[in-house]
C-alpha cells in the first residue's frame, strides 16, 4: 500500500491558506460583534427577514416585547403565518417599494401584538444579503402611545372649541330653550352625529321644562 505524505510545498500553501482564513475571521469579527450588539440591544424592534417567502430568521428584544411573542413562536414563522400586518395590501406594497427601491424609511404601517392589540410603527428597511440571499434588515419604531397622546389632545382641543362657540353662541342670552338649541346645532356639527336632543328638566326631574333637537336636515328645530 502506497502512503500519500504531501510535499512541503503543499503543507505551505495549506498553512498560507489558513493563515488568510483566519485573517479574514478577524477583520470580520469586530464588524460582526458590533453588529450583534447593535442588533441585540436597539432601543427599537427589529426584524431579519428572508425576503422571497417573509421567513423571520432573527428579531431583537424590543421586537418581543412590542409583540408579545417568544423568540420561538417568531424565528421560523413567516410573517404571514404571524398575522403581523393589519393591512395585508400594505405589506405588499412595503414589499414591492423595497424590491424597487432597496430602502424604504419611516414608513407608517400598523402590526398586530400576539393578543390582538394594534401596534403602530415607523418602519424602515434596507436590503441585505445573508448567505447569498437577499433578506430585508427592518427597524419599527412604535408609536402607539405617541399617536394615542395625540388622538386624545385633538378629542380635547376638540372639546374645547364645541365649548367656546357654544358659549360665544349663547352670550348674553337668558332663554334656556335658546342655549339647549345652539348647544344641539354645535354638538350635531361638531360630532356630525344624525340626531341631537338635549332637555332640562324640573327639580324633581319629574317632567322636561324645555327640551330642543337638531337634525342634519333641520339646522334648528326648537321643541315645546
Not at 440571499?133 to 412604535?142: P, Q, S, Y
Not at 348674553?172 to 350635531?188: I, K, M, N, Y
Request: hydrophobic share 45%; glycine share 6%; charged share 25%.
Amino acid at each position: 500500500m502506497t502512503t500519500y505524505s504531501p510535499s512541503d510545498s503543499e503543507l505551505l500553501a495549506e498553512l498560507d491558506n489558513l493563515r488568510r482564513r483566519v485573517a479574514d475571521l478577524e477583520a470580520t469579527a469586530p464588524e460582526t460583534s458590533l453588529f450583534e450588539t447593535v442588533f441585540r440591544t436597539n432601543p427599537d424592534a427589529i426584524a431579519l427577514v428572508r425576503l422571497r417567502d417573509g421567513l423571520c430568521v432573527d428579531v431583537n428584544e424590543q421586537f418581543l416585547r412590542i409583540s408579545g411573542y417568544a423568540y420561538e413562536e417568531v424565528v421560523g414563522q413567516t410573517d404571514t403565518e404571524l398575522g403581523l400586518w393589519v393591512d395585508v395590501e400594505q405589506r405588499g406594497r412595503f414589499e414591492t417599494a423595497l424590491r424597487q427601491g432597496g430602502l424604504i424609511e419611516s414608513v407608517p404601517a400598523q402590526f398586530r401584538a400576539k393578543t390582538g392589540v394594534p401596534v403602530t410603527g415607523l418602519v424602515s428597511a434596507s436590503i441585505i444579503s445573508v448567505a447569498g440571499e437577499a433578506h430585508a434588515l427592518a427597524v419599527i419604531k412604535d408609536i402607539t402611545v405617541w399617536q394615542q397622546a395625540e388622538m386624545e389632545l385633538r378629542r380635547q382641543n376638540r372639546r374645547l372649541e364645541l365649548l367656546n362657540r357654544i358659549v360665544l353662541a349663547v352670550a348674553g342670552s337668558t332663554e334656556p330653550d335658546h342655549v339647549l338649541d345652539v348647544a344641539c346645532r354645535e354638538l350635531a356639527w361638531a360630532f356630525q352625529v344624525p340626531r341631537v336632543t338635549a332637555m332640562m328638566f324640573s327639580p324633581d326631574r319629574a317632567t322636561a321644562i324645555v327640551s330642543a333637537e337638531c337634525q342634519p336636515d333641520r339646522v334648528s328645530d326648537r321643541l315645546g
